[in-house]
Nanobody, 121 residues
Framework: QLQASGGGLVQAGGSLRLTCAAS????????MGWFRQPPGKEREFVAA????????NYADSVKGRFTISRDNATNTVYLQMNSLKPEDMAVYYC????????????????WGQGTQVTVSS
């Protein structure tokens, strides 16, 4: 089970850190991803991190502004979001994938409930 938190209202240019806490299990074996779904749009890939935490991947739209990290000791994955833009506004979801550093939501096995990020201009 995944529990996302940390969303909120922020002004453009501001920062937020999202947290995804996983229940006990084989968290350290999973690829973890963050996705987002803007209003009226499809869910889209934001970032992913391998089980070891060494390898990461980002959507072009967030490269240089967002950072994904994980702490396998506490079963937690983070998304640090800096220089937020109005177009970053969405519901953000964390997800777990047993095998692939994938950008496709369909390849993720477990999902959190989502946390709303609102960016005012």
């Amino acid at each position: 089970q995944l529990q996302a938190s940390g969303g909120g209202l922020v002004q453009a240019g501001g920062s937020l850190r999202l947290t995804c806490a996983a229940s006990k299990g084989t968290f350290s074996s999973y690829v973890m991803g963050w996705f987002r779904q803007p209003p009226g749009k499809e869910r889209e890939f934001v970032a992913a991190i391998r089980a070891s935490g060494v390898t990461t991947n980002y959507a072009d739209s967030v490269k240089g502004r967002f950072t994904i990290s994980r702490d396998n000791a506490t079963n937690t994955v983070y998304l640090q979001m800096n220089s937020l833009k109005p177009e970053d506004m969405a519901v953000y979801y964390c997800a777990a994938n047993f095998a692939y550093m994938s950008q496709f939501p369909s390849e993720y096995d477990y999902w959190g409930q989502g946390t709303q990020v609102t960016v005012s201009s």
